[in-house]
Nanobody, 117 residues
Framework: QVQLVESGGGLVQAGGSLRLSCAAS????????YAWFRRAPGKEREFVAQ????????SYADSVKGRFVISRDNAKNTVYLQMNSLKPEDTAVYYC??????????WGQGTQVTVSS
């Protein structure tokens, strides 16, 4: 079992920045990657960014590429999502997830990000 706790969400004006954190505990040694997903009101959950075990492999959704940066601190078992140049369309609940044995099968409770225009 992997437990994930997100934090750092809030209300920000368009053009502003936020940094989300995801603290992982439990079976983290079995985790091969972490990712952030988001769900906007009335929309399907969508992939935002992913980072591999070592932190050297990252990938991003086209909608956030160049604005968001995913990173991890293995010593703290924490994954971050630095979000810059935020847009109203970034408003969503952001979820942290861990991939164990090839499946995104552990999820946090989510943190709300609201971007005002």
């Amino acid at each position: 079992q992997v437990q994930l706790v997100e934090s750092g969400g809030g209300l920000v004006q368009a053009g502003g920045s936020l940094r989300l954190s995801c603290a992982a505990s439990g079976g983290t040694s079995s985790t091969s990657a972490y990712a952030w997903f988001r769900r906007a009101p009335g929309k399907e959950r969508e992939f935002v960014a992913q980072i591999g075990r070592s932190g050297g492999s990252t990938s991003y959704a086209d909608s956030v590429k160049g604005r968001f940066v995913i990173s991890r601190d293995n010593a703290k078992n924490t994954v971050y999502l630095q979000m810059n140049s935020l847009k109203p369309e970034d408003t969503a609940v952001y979820y942290c997830t861990a991939r164990v044995f090839g499946t995104w099968n552990f999820w946090g409770q989510g943190t709300q990000v609201t971007v005002s225009s």
